[in-house]
């Protein structure tokens, strides 16, 4: 669990949250906006985590003290952290984290009640929480995460104080990745350009190595070049396991694809995405023509785009692998 001091961008949102611990001015809500995988949670929990401290050390948590160990070992009595269940957050959901709301804290300070992906709650679930928030008891805290606020009431909206989180600018989060992972510059350096200034999909490209992750994406596109639909369909179910992830093949994917055009139509290495490929990629490229690679590029595009806007992301993988399946065979 990290500590205020050691998150990496979003600077003004952080300075913010270390004043209102050390001043004491907390809010009753807060709503953390911004892209998904920007690292949310993770400044809500070391907020949380500072709040809840009985030793703050310049707004942020000691670390040490029973309150921060039981924050990190999520059984903190006062802390309740919304866990999804399904695609929407239920009314029953919402209740079953306020009922501790009208009560003192367990700890004697304050109740902090998490709510990630906060758009996602019914319109009576959000009506419920509403209740609470426009009369909140004192020492009650809320935190609602949300990458699309549009999607919230605006009567809940207008409760929350806004703290908006930004993409992570590319060289701040190389050189963050690098310091908290032990990372060189060069390694750091793809997955911190891939992950649109989000942690959370530059960590998913580093897991396992980026090495690692180019392979990946370097065998899925050979495997799917000679693929029968029914393997295609396969390759879908296994690459949708995880959504971060398969964000991430596809956005390598599309380096794939746009080296064997440069390959094709330059006959050179050396501005290729993936130049210890090359190999391959020279191969490769004779199995297609310009035309295609850049409707391929388009087509994994227009599918990266959609699993982004929130569609199933193995249903959008399998129209895209269907379409991208057995093209080597036919031209
Ligand atoms: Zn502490």
Sequence with gaps: MRFLREIIGHRPVIRTLLNTVASGRVAHAYLFTGPEGVGKETVALAFARALLCSRPVDGDACGLCRECRQVEH???PDLCVLQPDGNTIKIEQIRAILRRAPYRSYQGGRKIFLIPGAEAMTAEAANCLLKTLEEPPGD???ILLSARPHALLPTVLSRCQRCTFQAIPAPELAAGLAALYGLTEEEAHLPALLSGGSMGKALACISG???DTRAEAGRL???LGRAGPLEALELAEKTAESRDRALCLLE???CWYRD???WLESGETGFLYNPDQS???RREAGCYDARRLVEIIEAI???KNKIEANANTRLALEALFLRLAGLVATV
């Design 221 to 223: 596109a050979l495997s």
């Design 140 to 142: 009650t805290l809320f």
């Design 279 to 281: 190999e391959e990629i």
């Design 301 to 303: 595009g227009a599918a």
């Design 260 to 262: 064997l055009l440069i």
């Design 74 to 76: 999520h059984n903190h």
């Design 252 to 254: 390598i994917l599309i």
């Design 209 to 211: 190595s980026t090495g």
